[in-house]
Structure formats: structure tokens, C-alpha cells
T-cell receptor, first 112, second 115 residues
Framework: KNQVEQSPQSLIILEGKNCTLQ??????????LRWYKQDTGRGPVSLTI?????NTKSNGRYTATLDADTKQSSLHITASQLSDSASYIC???????????FGTGTRLTIIP | DAGITQSPRHKVTETGTPVTLRCHQTENHRYMYWYRQDPGHGLRLIHY???????DKGEVSDGYSVSRSKTEDFLLTLESATSSQTSVYFCAISGVRGLAGNTIYFGEGSWLTVV
């Protein structure tokens, strides 16, 4: 069964610090990997989309990396802000049926 | 923000009653999706549509039906609501399906409680 596993489940860091969230997947082959940010009580918002041939993609203070050989991705957040407090969801697309498999997310809390 | 409106945003209903959730988009996107989000699970696809009157089942479609009579509207119906359908429901839209890597935009969610 294709799966997307995210770690840690939750993370608390001080404002201004950096952090890295992990995503391991078993979807194979895959066509693209996405990271979404979901604020409490809101819908997910796209941060990055990477195809299997890309290994890094940035969006402001967010940088996603992808290692297709090890089936791992990470989302690095630089100089965290209080507004970064949210859940971050990793999503992998399988090419055969174009199905999106969602991870359960990492809940990030930034404290002042 | 993508022009997606979900209604109602919050609803409490009794077991056995029918419920319809509406998704309205102003982006003229071809694909529309209904997902549910539950604790401990990633978002799971209920049904999707690839055009007017063209719909297909997702991975958790039992107990749900959908209809799309206009490009801009995608309705999700629970024919006879059960407590297991208590969830947060998200509508999503995209210009192409997931393979192409286009952004998939999500609505703000509909919180449904079945008592």
C-alpha cells in the first residue's frame, strides 16, 4: 500500500529558529511531491511542488528538498515566525492513476 | 486565494438525515474534488469530477454521492448521514489532474457533525 509518513508528528520551536520537517514515502513510481501548509480551521495552501527530477524548490523562507533514490523529502523553514504555526502536509502523486496520497502532517508551533 | 466557496461551513445533523454540501468555484477549473479529513488520517478522496456530469469514485466513496450540473458547482450528498461521517470536508479544484503537477487549490472546509 502506498504510504506517506511524516515526522515528527508535532514540533515546538522558538520564534526565529530554523526547523526541518521530514516526509518519507513508498509511492513508486511517483510523478510529483507537494508540501502544503494548513492553518487551524482553514484549508491547505500549496507551498511547493517538485517533480521527480527536481531536488530542491524554494518559496520564500520555505525550502523543500527531494531525494527520489531514498524516497525522502524535507521542508526547511528558515527564521521561523509566529505565523508559521500550522500543520504541514506532504502529498505524493502516483503517475498510473494520478492518485494523491496525503501524509497526516506535522503540527508546528512557534513560541515567542 | 483561489475562488472556492464551500457551504455550509458548519452543520450539525441527526443520524439518518440527508445532507448536501456545496462547492462553488469561480476559476473555471475542470477538475473538482471532495476530500474528508479525520484525525490520524491524511486527506482522503471521496469523489471527483473531470467535467460537467462526469464524476468518479475516490477511495472512501461509500455513503456519498456527487453531482456536477455546472462547471462551477460540485455537490456532495450524504443520503443518510451516519456518525462515521462526522468529519471536515474539503472541496478542491485544479486545472489538470495531479499528474501534471499543477497547483490544487482547497476550499476552507465544511465541518459536519452527525449526532
Amino acid at each position: 500500500k502506498n504510504q506517506v509518513e511524516q515526522s515528527p508528528q508535532s514540533l515546538i520551536i522558538l520564534e526565529g529558529k530554523n526547523c526541518t520537517l521530514q516526509c518519507n514515502y513508498t509511492v513508486s513510481p511517483f510523478s510529483n511531491l507537494r508540501w502544503y501548509k494548513q492553518d487551524t480551521g482553514r484549508g491547505p495552501v500549496s507551498l511547493t511542488i517538485m517533480t521527480f527530477s527536481e531536488n530542491t524548490k524554494s518559496n520564500g523562507r520555505y525550502t523543500a528538498t527531494l531525494d527520489a533514490d531514498t524516497k525522502q523529502s524535507s521542508l526547511h523553514i528558515t527564521a521561523s515566525q509566529l505565523s508559521d504555526s500550522a500543520s504541514y502536509i506532504c502529498v505524493v502523486t502516483a503517475p498510473l492513476n494520478e492518485k494523491l496520497t496525503f501524509g497526516t502532517g506535522t503540527r508546528l508551533t512557534i513560541i515567542p | 486565494d483561489a475562488g472556492i466557496t464551500q457551504s455550509p461551513r458548519h452543520k450539525v445533523t441527526e443520524t439518518g438525515t440527508p445532507v448536501t454540501l456545496r462547492c462553488h468555484q469561480t476559476e473555471n477549473h475542470r477538475y473538482m474534488y471532495w476530500y474528508r479529513q479525520d484525525p490520524g488520517h491524511g486527506l482522503r478522496l471521496i469523489h471527483y469530477s473531470y467535467g460537467v456530469k462526469d464524476t468518479d469514485k475516490g477511495e472512501v466513496s461509500d455513503g456519498y454521492s456527487v453531482s456536477r450540473s455546472k462547471t462551477e458547482d460540485f455537490l456532495l450528498t450524504l443520503e443518510s448521514a451516519t456518525s462515521s461521517q462526522t468529519s471536515v470536508y474539503f472541496c478542491a479544484i485544479s486545472g489538470v489532474r495531479g499528474l501534471a503537477g499543477n497547483t490544487i487549490y482547497f476550499g476552507e472546509g465544511s465541518w459536519l457533525t452527525v449526532v
